[in-house]
T-cell receptor, first 115, second 110 residues
Framework: NAGVTQTPKFQVLKTGQSMTLQCAQD?????MYWYRQDPGMGLRLIYY???????DKGEVPNGYNVSRLNKREFSLRLESAAPSQTSVYFC??????????????FGPGTRLTVL | QKEVEQDPGPLSVPEGAIVSLNCTYS??????FMWYRQYSRKGPELLMY????GNKEDGRFTAQVDKSSKYISLFIRDSQPSDSATYLC??????????FGKGTLLTVNP
C-alpha cells in the first residue's frame, strides 16, 4: 500500500497563477484533510471532507477550494496564488465516522513557493 | 488563548537523556490526545495516542495526560539521535478534527 500520495512534491508559482494539488489514498478511508504548515504556526486545517460527497471549511480556507473527486481522491485548488500561500501543504486521511482512534495518516507534503 | 499551546523549543539534549515535551489545552471537551513525530521534510506520523488521564507506555515513550490540569506530556527515555525530529501534540473532541500544537524541535546529540 502506498498510503497517502501527493503530487507535485515541489511547485513554484507566480502571483496570480492557479494550480491544483492532488492527493490520493489507498486505505479505503472515509475522511480526508488538507493542512498547511508554516514556521512558527504549526499545522492548520484548510478544508476537510468527512465522507465522499461532503466538504467543509477548516481554520484557514480563504483563497482555496477543494474537490472530493471520489473516495480515494481529494484535491486542493489555488485559483489566484498569493505570496501568503507559500507553505508546505499536507494531505491526510482517516477512517472517520465514529472511529475511536481515527488516526490521521499524512502524505509527504507539497512545498509551494509563490513569487 | 489558543486551544493548544506547545513550547516550540528548540530543545537540544545529549544522547541517553530523558526528554520531556509538554502541551496545555483550554477546551475541556477534548477527549483524545495524540503525539505525532515529524522528521525533517516528511509528513507527521502518529507516535502515541490516549484518551484517559494517566500514563501510557510504548517502549521508550510514555504519554501522560492530566485532564484536571489540561496538561499532556510525552517522555522519551534513553533518547537516541534517531529521535531527533519535531514532536507535535494533537487533540480532538468528539468529532474527527485535530487541533495541533505548533511542535517542538528536538535534537539529540551523539
Amino acid at each position: 500500500n502506498a498510503g497517502v500520495t501527493q503530487t507535485p512534491k515541489f511547485q513554484v508559482l507566480k502571483t496570480g497563477q492557479s494550480m491544483t494539488l492532488q492527493c490520493a489514498q489507498d486505505m479505503n478511508h472515509n475522511s480526508m484533510y488538507w493542512y498547511r504548515q508554516d514556521p512558527g504556526m504549526g499545522l492548520r486545517l484548510i478544508y476537510y471532507s468527512a465522507s465522499e460527497g461532503t466538504t467543509d471549511k477548516g481554520e484557514v480556507p480563504n483563497g482555496y477550494n477543494v474537490s472530493r473527486l471520489n473516495k480515494r481522491e481529494f484535491s486542493l485548488r489555488l485559483e489566484s496564488a498569493a505570496p501568503s500561500q507559500t507553505s508546505v501543504y499536507f494531505c491526510a486521511s482517516s477512517v472517520g465516522g465514529g472511529s475511536f482512534n481515527n488516526e490521521q495518516f499524512f502524505g509527504p507534503g507539497t512545498r509551494l513557493t509563490v513569487l | 488563548q489558543k486551544e493548544v499551546e506547545q513550547d516550540p523549543g528548540p530543545l537540544s539534549v545529549p544522547e541517553g537523556a530523558i526528554v520531556s515535551l509538554n502541551c496545555t489545552y483550554s477546551n475541556s471537551a477534548f477527549q483524545y490526545f495524540m503525539w505525532y513525530r515529524q522528521y525533517s521534510r516528511k509528513g507527521p506520523e502518529l507516535l502515541m495516542y490516549t484518551y484517559s488521564s494517566g500514563n501510557k507506555e510504548d517502549g521508550r515513550f510514555t504519554a501522560q495526560v492530566d485532564k484536571s490540569s489540561k496538561y499532556i506530556s510525552l517522555f522519551i527515555r534513553d533518547s537516541q539521535p534517531s529521535d531527533s525530529a519535531t514532536y507535535l501534540c494533537a487533540i480532538r473532541g468528539s468529532n474527527y478534527k485535530l487541533t495541533f500544537g505548533k511542535g517542538t524541535l528536538l535534537t539529540v546529540n551523539p
